[in-house]
């Protein structure tokens, strides 16, 4: 296996100091380690030059994602200084929003906590859980006014903070584990709310007994998002500091693909004793494909390519990204929803890398209701939270070109929190669409996935005689449960290169387990261990994440036009698809699969109400 060299050359980004604090920077910098893949050089093993830690650490302490400039059709716009401008770093409420969202007719209702049930063990088919998952109930609930902002709150990476900022960390989780169990900022309270909004503890008003669920659709990145910002405000009130800013756990950089050293000190109270040993030993690197691979460098260049795969070369719609719509009255069995391409890609990949599966259901980061007891999950939640700021905001908007969701269903859909001062609050998707705008910013890390396009692959021979052992027709080979590698020939639009979407159809899971399936598109040589090739299309994974039934169904789609442009499809008029079941494959039985010629104004996806 190749080498991979990542040499630290100077910041692209440039840093405040002050001698260069007005200094103009790019939106799309090469990045600063120059990764090569890893079938383009012979030598083996696993080298990373790096500079000076410290003086990264420093360069890079006041830099952050918004200090970039955008180019409108007006001229280049500075987005910290635009909302600046509009009376306040609070006050730009339409950046993501136009107008004001009309009235609803089914959004998401906060769950009612006076009828907070049992939650579910989902990893064993619903076993009520032992532990209770319910918030203290308040009489008093106020619609929560995001406040003024007159300090900007700076997420940094978790690699690189200092020894100051961890002896503040620690004490402000050791302070938050002190505090009374029926305080709803206590560590359990807080990491209940996990439970009970992802494993059936909540049923939708209105609705009888059909759970609220966060995962799995366009209400991930929102939940997740409010989540973590009062997580943020409770550690800074017990410590006295209100610009208290959490760390995230940049695993989409080699640099960052290790846990953090400050959760593994076992006299910290960051520590977790239920983690994955594996995961835990010095240098082991996180492997977001969980492909198993035992070699460091194809484990790293594998990251790359799902990272690169699941922000920018996969997705065509605002869907594909965020999730699909989840609306009042939405069940396990709507084939409308489904999860966006980091909530089934890299963000299941680290959940399960952490569990323990020497605990019987994987805790804590291994499943949903005990994912919030181990401290890292908030960090890794940071990291997850800044890919949506980065899609957001700074990926190429050429790919999709409208990111914003104006369906008052998604605006309008609300959650219940309770504050840093112990207040229970209800809170809205709308009101946290931007980062800016709540108060916190991330630190600028090199996005190495950037410009990590795969090699250029000539489909030859293989590809041609294992298509001919491959199902001639989709109807003659599903349903198929993926109990075994599927493969199938796939018929397209039309020949050669074309805009076109490859669907996965009637997607129907056991709920109760841990699946992965990995998507290759004219595979040519089979090798399960490589992702980092053109004919990766991408994955769908979960965590357990119903409680209702035993089974739930929803669809994905992958978008394969720049596929095509990695690979030589020349006249074909069809194209093999492999399916490769990664984890418990018997779990998973795909309704259909097709190919369509991607729509020019995707079409919002239908009421399930």
Not at 263 to 270: E, I, M, N, W
Request: with cysteine; aromatic share 10%.
């Amino acid at each position: 296996m190749a080498s991979l060299h990542l040499p630290c050359t100077a910041n692209p980004f440039h840093s405040l100091s002050p001698s260069n604090s007005h200094t103009t920077t790019t939106i799309f910098p090469k990045p600063s380690h120059f990764i090569l893949h890893a079938k383009r050089s012979i030598n083996r093993g696993l080298q990373i030059s790096c500079c000076s830690a410290n003086n990264q650490g420093q360069n890079q302490e006041k830099t952050s994602l918004n200090d970039v400039e955008t180019t409108t059709p007006q001229g280049k716009v500075d987005r910290r200084n635009m909302l600046v401008g509009l009376g306040g770093l609070y006050g730009a409420s339409n950046l993501l929003v136009s107008t004001t969202p009309g009235a609803s007719a089914n959004p998401v209702k906060p769950p009612e906590l006076d009828k907070c049930g049992v939650a579910k063990n989902l990893n064993t088919k619903g076993t009520p859980l032992k532990d209770n998952c319910c918030p203290p109930i308040s009489e008093s609930i106020i619609d929560y006014q995001l406040p003024p902002v007159f300090q900007m709150k700076m997420r940094p990476s978790a690699h690189r903070v200092s020894p100051e900022y961890i002896f503040k960390y620690n004490m402000a989780i050791d302070r938050m584990k002190r505090l009374p169990k029926d305080d709803p900022r206590s560590f359990m309270q807080q990491a209940n709310i996990h439970c009970a909004y992802c494993n059936g503890a909540y049923d939708q008003p209105g609705q009888g007994t059909l759970d609220l669920q966060v995962h799995n659709s366009w209400l991930f990145f929102p939940f997740h998002r409010w989540y973590l910002y009062f997580y943020e405000r409770i550690l800074g009130k017990l410590i006295g500091d209100p610009t208290f800013a959490l760390p995230f756990w940049n695993w989409d950089n080699p640099k960052g693909m290790t846990i953090p050293p400050m959760f593994l000190d076992s006299t910290s109270a960051l520590y977790d004793e239920k983690r994955d040993p594996a995961s835990t030993k010095p240098n082991a690197v996180v492997d977001l494909g969980l492909t198993k691979s035992t070699d460091p460098l194809q484990v790293v260049t594998n990251n790359l390519t799902v990272m690169y795969t699941e922000m920018i070369r996969g997705n065509s719609t605002t869907y594909d990204f965020m999730g699909k719509p989840y609306r009042e009255g939405t069940s396990d069995t709507d084939t409308n929803t489904g999860p966006g391409a980091p909530e089934r890609g890299s963000h299941t990949s680290v959940h399960m890398w952490v569990g323990d599966p020497r605990q019987p259901s994987g805790e804590d980061l291994g499943n949903f209701y005990s994912a919030g007891r181990d401290p890292l999950f908030y960090c890794h939640h940071g990291n997850v939270d800044r890919m949506w700021t980065l899609w957001q905001y700074f990926l190429p908007s050429n790919k999709v070109p409208d990111k914003r969701i104006t369906d008052p269903d998604f605006l309008n859909a609300a959650f219940l929190f309770y504050d840093e001062n112990a207040q229970l609050v209800r809170v809205t998707v709308k009101d946290c669409l931007d980062n800016l705008r709540m108060g916190y910013d991330y630190q600028r890390i090199d996005l190495p996935w950037l410009d990590y396009r795969p090699p250029r692959q000539t489909a030859g021979a293989r590809v041609t005689r294992a298509g001919r052992t491959a199902a001639a027709v989709p109807n003659t080979v599903f349903p198929v449960t993926l109990d075994k590698i599927v493969r199938v020939l796939v018929p397209k639009t039309k020949k050669g290169k074309a805009d076109e979407l490859l669907l996965l159809e009637d997607i129907t899971v056991d709920t109760s387990k841990f699946l992965k399936v990995d998507v290759f598109v004219n595979d040519e040589d089979d090798n399960l261990f490589e992702l980092d090739k053109a004919s990766y299309a991408g994955t769908y994974a979960q965590v357990p994440h119903r409680s209702t039934g035993t089974t739930a169904t929803s669809s994905i789609s992958l978008k394969l036009t720049d596929l095509y442009d990695d690979m030589d499809v020349a006249d074909d008029d069809t194209v093999l698809v492999t399916l490769v079941p990664r984890h418990q494959g018997a779990g998973i039985t795909i309704g259909g699969i097709k190919i369509i010629e991607n729509p020019k104004k995707p079409e919002t996806p239908p009421s399930s109400g």
